[in-house]
């Protein structure tokens, strides 16, 4: 394991997380510190290759993170900025590949083939991250959205079920009772 890529991807992402040319606010690195660790959840009970999982969830948003305007196609730009990082550390070509190719396939919103456990476990663990961010669902529909108590618990309900909905069937059978606790407490 590349304990340093690691660390320095953290430090750095963070870093960026905080510049003011970050649209996300530090409500992302949460986002991406929740990505990491259930990326590591599925990459243990998937048997992928935990290293290849953890670095591309701690990559999965730089673009977006890094540049607005590369949002709609992060995944694309991410792919390229995660060559050049990870090029740096002399990392190994085939690995970089294989974070190119789950940082492109990540995304819940567009429908794109998983073609690796860990392109997989990537996006899974993506879109149940919003799981682990209830506090900022809430901040996001009342505060910044001005939304009534009850619009505002709809938003939340159905942004957590379309994420739910994203996760591959053995996922979601992994994931049935945080979602359905999740659930119980927005009710």
Known sequence: MREDILRNLQKELYDRCQRETNKFGIGCYYHIIAVVKNAEILAEKYGADKEVVLISAWLHDIASITDYSLYD????????????????????????????????????????????????????????SHFDSIPSLLYLAYVQKGMTIEDGKKFVKDKLTRSFQKLSIKSKQYYQNKFEKVMEVLS
Request: proline letters at 0%; one cysteine or more; hydrophobic letters at 35%.
């Open 73 to 128: 196609l992060h995944h694309i730009h991410g792919a390229e900025m995660a060559y050049h990082i990870l090029n740096k550390y002399d990392y190994d070509n085939q690995k970089i590949h294989l974070v190119q190719e789950c940082i492109k396939n990540h995304r819940g919103s567009i429908n794109l083939e998983k073609n690796s456990l860990e392109e997989l476990c990537v996006a899974d663990a993506d879109a149940i």
